[in-house]
């Protein structure tokens, strides 16, 4: 099975949480925070209004509380509508 996004919208992998803080402090995993750094998996094909801008493979930045989490196949993804991507990694 595979997510196709319809419209404007972004599927997207999360980058793993960092497990030790810069200082090495071990993290327990209620603490860590989930990263809004994340991999493009699939987009959608946009409107006619919204032109999709990111493609598959980019590195992006998301609004925190954006988003719709979905679990396939054991993994985690999150769709967000593209208007919630705020940067394209580098």
Request: net charge negative; aromatic share 4%.
């Amino acid at each position: 099975m595979k997510l196709v996004p319809l419209g404007d919208r972004v599927v997207l992998e999360q980058l793993e949480a960092e497990e030790t803080t810069k200082s090495g402090i071990v993290l327990p995993e209620k603490s860590q925070e989930k990263p809004q750094q994340a991999k493009v998996v699939a987009v959608g094909p946009g409107t006619e209004e919204v032109k999709m801008e990111v493609k598959k493979g980019d590195e992006v930045i998301y609004s925190k509380y954006s988003g719709t989490n979905v679990k396939l196949e054991g993994k985690e993804y999150v769709i967000v509508k593209q208007s919630d991507i705020l940067a394209i990694v580098k």
